[in-house]
């Protein structure tokens, strides 16, 4: 499975960004592909969750009602609409996969990662 994240930038804050990741090269009629970020000085966390399949999707509680997870499956890409965005929301996102039957937002149970992408929120 490999995954490639594009879209970051540098935002003021309550601006938008849509994060996207293409996915390759998985058989799995399973798959939860997560959204996780690393703030500077701080842990990678989790922040979201789809499934390839289904309707399973998470949010951590930071972003609810802000951020929006989605899909396309034709496509073989899983986005990130990121609205009314806030300095702490600055950091590395990555989008991460593995096959599960079950999403979630914790970093070890996925198996691949990409490289990551930068946003900055800052006046």
């Known amino acids: 499975l490999q995954l490639v994240e594009s879209g970051g930038g540098l935002v003021q804050p309550g601006g938008s960004l849509r994060l996207s990741c293409a996915i390759s090269g998985f058989t799995w009629d399973h798959v939860a592909i997560g959204w996780f970020r690393r703030a500077p000085g701080t842990d990678r966390e989790g922040v979201s969750c789809?499934?390839?399949?289904?309707?399973?999707?998470i949010y951590t509680e930071a972003v609810k009602g802000r951020f929006t997870i989605s899909r396309d499956n034709d496509k073989n890409m899983v986005y990130l609409q990121m609205n009314n965005l806030k300095p702490e929301d600055t950091g590395v996102y990555y989008c991460a996969g593995t096959q599960s039957m079950f999403c979630t937002t914790v970093q070890t149970s996925y198996d691949y990662w990409g490289q990551g992408t930068q946003v900055t929120v800052s006046a």
């Open positions: 789809i499934m390839n399949s289904g309707g399973g999707i």
